[in-house]
């Protein structure tokens, strides 16, 4: 056994059960796939269903049983206990839009969270079968296999994500604009799943917008365990207050130069 944090925590564990309701978020998720359901819309006009409040309900209940004394985030539910030590946070279903639509590439987001940094987290995509898993001090896997981010440096060559693109069009255009006329491949795409392809080098970059905490946590403690960076687009470390816009890169130099280029001041120099 590993022991990796402060107050004796066992990351190794800590994954292990993370894996474990990761394998039985996706049971679910699985059984009510390409099923009518029901989808409401909150404030943000982002969509739930039931199936959204079910799995969240049950992962709650399980890391309540064996870990009593941690906070507890999830995203149709809000805060149960305290967020500022021991913190759980839970996406139950990653890309709801996608669930509803039929289409297969949502996920399942699962981050343990220490006094605000993420120390451990998975990227399950249920109907992919594939659970990608990180935490300070131990290596990244795919389904206990381990990855690596790719060793890409250069803006020009790299294979570059961008997720949310009608966002990014609305609210940021001049980025966006700069955005596609880098790389070497570029790709619109959304929701976690560009961000578990980056880990296992399979592409070099993300950028992402408008994320929560529930979002970006688990993604954060995944890639970085597999050797890439993730902050904001201004290069600081993401925590409960970040704004949402996420840049996530395979090494410094490229993550340094798409940092720049979000930056209208150094860009413009």
Not at 44 to 67: F, M, R
Not at 152 to 163: G, M
Request: net charge negative; charged share 25%; hydrophobic share 40%.
């Amino acid at each position: 056994m590993i022991m990796t944090s402060s107050d004796d925590y066992d990351y190794t564990q800590v994954l292990s059960d993370c894996e474990t309701w990761a394998e039985e978020a996706a049971v679910l998720a699985r059984q009510y796939f390409r099923q009518p359901t029901k989808v409401d819309f909150k404030e943000d006009e982002s969509p739930v269903t039931v199936i959204d409040q079910l799995i969240e309900n049950e992962i709650k209940k399980a890391i309540s049983l064996k870990y009593p004394d941690d906070g507890i985030l999830g995203e149709e539910s809000g805060i149960k206990g305290n967020i500022d030590d021991n913190l759980w946070v839970i996406d139950p279903i990653d890309g709801t839009r996608s669930f509803v639509s039929g289409n297969p590439l949502f996920g399942f987001l699962l981050a343990f969270v220490k006094s605000g940094v993420p120390v451990a987290g998975v990227i399950s995509m249920p109907m992919l079968n594939e659970i990608y898993s990180g935490a300070v001090g131990l290596p990244a896997t795919c389904n206990g296999k381990p990855i690596n981010v790719s060793n890409q440096t250069s803006l020009d060559e790299c294979v570059l994500y961008i997720n949310e693109g009608e966002k990014l069009v609305a609210g940021h255009p001049e980025k966006l604009s700069r955005l596609l006329k880098v790389g070497k491949v570029r790709r619109f795409s959304y929701d976690c799943y560009p961000h578990a392809l980056l880990a296992q080098g399979q592409i070099d970059a993300v950028i992402d917008y408008d994320l929560k905490p529930y979002d970006y946590f688990s993604l954060s403690a995944v890639i970085e365990a597999a050797g890439g960076i993730v902050t904001d687009w201004k290069g600081n470390k993401l925590d409960m207050n970040s704004k949402g816009d996420v840049v996530s890169a395979a090494t410094p130099e490229l993550h340094k130069a798409l940092i720049d280029l979000l930056d209208i001041l150094k860009f413009n120099q």
